[in-house]
């Protein structure tokens, strides 16, 4: 089945230590998106790639990381300058950059004690 | 002013009510819209697309009203399996990389009661 993944579905770290959520999709699509999701709030988006090798910063990039090595996997590293790392991880990815619809993971829950 | 914004909710509603949502854009240049339905501690899924000339899916009317810059969605017939949050979502290329931007609500609860 073509679709999206992300592991771990929950993760726990200690404040300080960086961690890297996996994003893995077999759906061929070009492009791939990172968003967080804190209770009440929208969607936020940290990172996009539209291509491999290549990627933007979205509204809230500070003390995130990204890479494209492969078009199927985009891996996020929450670092520790990032000050409220405790949030919902969503990846997304859709056909092309100017592609309409995003197709979603399961999200990743990052809790940071 | 934010991007998109949502009736704050919840709706609490009998089943086989009719319940609308309304949601507003602030930037004119958004160019779709959608409203995506996300259950409880799972990812969004897309639930339509919304067009101007309206539409329909099943028990779902979605409308947009590109002068007043505002979205709605209907559910008529309410069920039980209709329960989760429902996010308005707004898209705009980006004029520099061409990339698509998308925009979310905070969403609306919903929960039908029996």
């Known amino acids: 089945d073509g679709g999206i993944t992300q592991s771990p579905k929950y993760l726990f770290r200690k404040e300080g230590q960086n961690v890297t959520l996996s994003c893995e999709q077999n759906?061929?699509?070009?492009?791939m998106y990172w968003y967080r999701q804190d209770p009440g709030q929208g969607l936020r988006l940290i990172y996009y790639?539209?291509?491999?090798?290549?990627?933007q910063k979205g509204d809230i990039a500070e003390g995130y990381s990204v890479s494209r090595e492969k078009k199927e996997s985009f891996p996020l590293t929450v670092t520790s300058a990032q000050k409220n790392p405790t949030a919902f991880y969503l990846c997304?990815?859709?056909?092309?950059?100017?592609?309409?619809?995003?197709?979603f993971g399961p999200g990743t829950r990052l809790t940071v004690l | 002013r934010k991007e998109v914004e949502q009736d704050p909710g919840p709706f609490n509603v009998p089943e086989g009510a009719t319940v609308a949502f309304n949601c507003t854009y602030s930037?004119?240049?958004?160019?779709?819209f959608f409203w995506y339905r996300q259950d409880c501690r799972k990812e969004p899924k897309l639930l339509m697309s919304?067009?101007?000339s309206g539409n329909e899916d099943g028990r779902f009317t979605a409308q947009l009203n590109r002068a007043s810059q505002y979205i709605s969605l209907l559910i008529r017939d309410s069920k039980l399996s209709d329960s989760a949050t429902y996010l308005c979502?707004?898209?705009?290329?980006?004029?520099?990389?061409?990339?698509?931007?998308?925009?979310f609500g905070t969403g609306t609860r919903l929960t039908v009661i029996p």
């Open positions: 759906l061929n699509h070009d492009a």
């Open positions: 790639s539209q291509i491999v090798n290549d990627f």
């Open positions: 919304v067009y101007s």
């Open positions: 979502v707004v898209n705009r290329v980006n004029d520099w990389t061409g990339a698509n931007n998308l925009f």
């Open positions: 930037n004119s240049a958004s160019q779709s």
């Open positions: 997304a990815s859709s056909r092309s950059p100017s592609g309409n619809e995003q197709f």
